[in-house]
């Protein structure tokens, strides 16, 4: 008799997910599918909008990354406004709206490593779940727990100074920012906020390179697994800056194939439509994008972190730097297939994040006054970002009553979306094919490759209550033959 | 005994001293309906401030915020929720320490345990649910919900002061409020049983 075992939601992701695997009678894995149900009705609720509430309006799409969704609207309402695609705002504008993003993208990886993947690394993928997470952290490794806090509160901090509150930022607006930062607020970042040392950019930047040794050291123990789990070839497309540096904020779109072979040649985002088409596909929410020349069944591609390093030429701050080549080095110079490298991927932009906040903090163009620009107003825009998560593409039409009339979102986890399905049916395959019972730490090797990817389902609400996790082991006949509930 | 009683019983319990600090932390997304409860009612408590009471706000609990709660003496938590309780509840929570974790979030409990574990230091904790109806996107509340908000902040403007004049009584750790308009004021009473422990 067939089984289908069924993960829902899965745990530690955003949103809600679900993994069925469906066995035959020899518990051989005939199908494995990631289920997500992506909330996709926040296109229309815009529509009819004034263009300028866009920045604010979608953060209210994800409580999450809601800094990533605010900047890539304002970027494509920058070119609404005239003030150009990405490079034309003041220097001060610019700044600071990058002084935003990498503050949530080192606030976001941080959470990522210490609170959903560091638990599977420090206790192991099958260990309980009752101490694989964050309190286990505190309980046996309290000094990494602290940094974590304190790492995380930073990243806030300069999120609520750039952005000008936690909830429903208003920093980024059509055009520029509304704010500057003042040198009180400068000087807090760097000197420690609140007078507390432990708050201040350089230890930060200390903080990023001791959790990056923790990741290489793991790695250096354990090479099988962070090498080889839920390692497939694919496609890799980022932004990357003109010249080919890491850059998280602007640039043109690139994409490399499993091999290093440039299949999409540092192209203007505006025109991202000429090569990225979505798939729909009956059994998910969720779409399925893919890059139109190579189509749906080569064309799919990882974005991300390890996305990121397998695109860009460099990263343009030093110790990064120091990390990328290394990094580069493991494989010869050619693109990393290997799921579990995004976490060290990950940490090697954790670090250039702090040290791009560290050189933006010392930068006094943040003083300046000369806040937002103007120039001839058009009526279609398209901002992109490197969110944490990876690429984010924010698309709007305006009527000439200043109205959204069309809005198009390709969010990082819908771009991840074939990849983490591969990384699901690796696992199934490669651990549960065949085995008469399914433990616990199978369960959850499922989840640690899916959480290699940090998705962000966008849809939670968060309300109390609403976020159980229920595993459901059923038959063909959809009878459950056991149910597990954590 | 009413309601503001039994409020005024539990501010005893959590002050043993004047001028005792008190946090109150909505958390929700203001922009998914009445999961917006919780920054409402924060947002209300800031345009006219109670001495002694500070205000926190954000989408959703994380990590960073045991170093935030570990810094008062007590901490309310206030949040929407989706059970069919009878408006307003509060109930006290404790940390726990083998919370499992299912999102990016973080439940009260576990900022608690967080708190102790690296602070050395748990404030006396509070969960005040609020009950939501309406969770699509979209800004505002629904009618049911700005209610029970009103309840929410209506009782906590009657009581707050109180706790800080070290008020004492029963310790009641968890109870429920319907919220009934008469004559334009709002009262509190037993939803069923009263309270529940």
Known sequence: MGKKIVIEPVTRVEGHGKVTILLDDANKVTQSRLHIVEFRGFERFVQGRPYWEAPVLVQRLCGICPVSHHLAAAKAMDVIVGAGTGDGLTKVGEKMRRLMHYGQTFQSHVLHFFHLCAPDLLFGIDADPAIRNVIGIALKHKDLAVQAVLMRKYGQEIIAATAGKKIHGTGAIPGGINKNLSLEERDGFIQGIGGNTQLSIGTMVEWAQAALALFKDYHAKHKDFIDGYAAFPSNHVSLVRKDGALDLYHGVLRGVDADGNRILDDVDYQDYLEHIAEEVRSWSYMKFPYLKKQGTQKGWYRVGPLARLNTCDFIPTPLAQKEFEQFKAYTGGKPNNMTMHYHWARLIETLHAAEMMRELLNDPDLQRTDLVVTGTRRDEGVGLIEAPRGTLFHHYRVNEHDQITMCNLIVSTTNNNQPMNEAVDWVARHTIDGKAEVTEGMLNGVEVAIRAYDPCLSCATHALGKMPLEISIVNERGEILDRNRR | ?197
């Not at chain 2, 109670?50 to 008062?72: H, K, P, R």
């Not at chain 2, 109930?91 to 690296?118: D, G, I, K």
């Open chain 2, 1 to 197: 005994m009413n309601a503001v009683k039994y409020w005024i019983g539990i501010a005893g319990s959590m002050m043993d001293q004047a001028g005792a600090n008190i946090l109150v932390y909505g958390y929700g997304n203001p922009g998914r309906g009445d999961d917006g409860l919780g920054p409402a009612l924060v947002q209300q408590l800031q345009t006219e401030p109670l001495m002694g009471v500070s205000t926190e706000c954000d989408y959703q609990l994380n990590v960073e915020d045991a170093l935030t709660v570990s810094e008062f003496d007590a901490v309310i938590f206030a949040d929407a929720t989706h059970e069919a309780i009878n408006g307003v509840r509060m109930r006290s929570v404790r940390p726990l320490f083998n919370a499992a974790f299912t999102t990016h979030a973080v439940e009260p409990q576990a900022v608690l345990a967080l708190s102790e574990l690296l602070y050395g230091k748990c404030p006396e904790a509070y969960m005040l649910e609020m009950r939501g109806y309406s969770w699509e996107v979209g800004e505002g509340l629904s009618p049911s919900a700005r209610e029970n908000l009103i309840a929410a902040l209506t009782m906590l403007r009657r009581t707050l002061p109180a706790w800080r004049r070290r008020q004492t009584g029963t310790i009641l750790p968890q109870m429920e409020w319907a919220n009934h308009h008469e004559s334009g004021r709002v009262k509190y009473g037993k939803a069923d049983s009263g309270y529940r422990q």
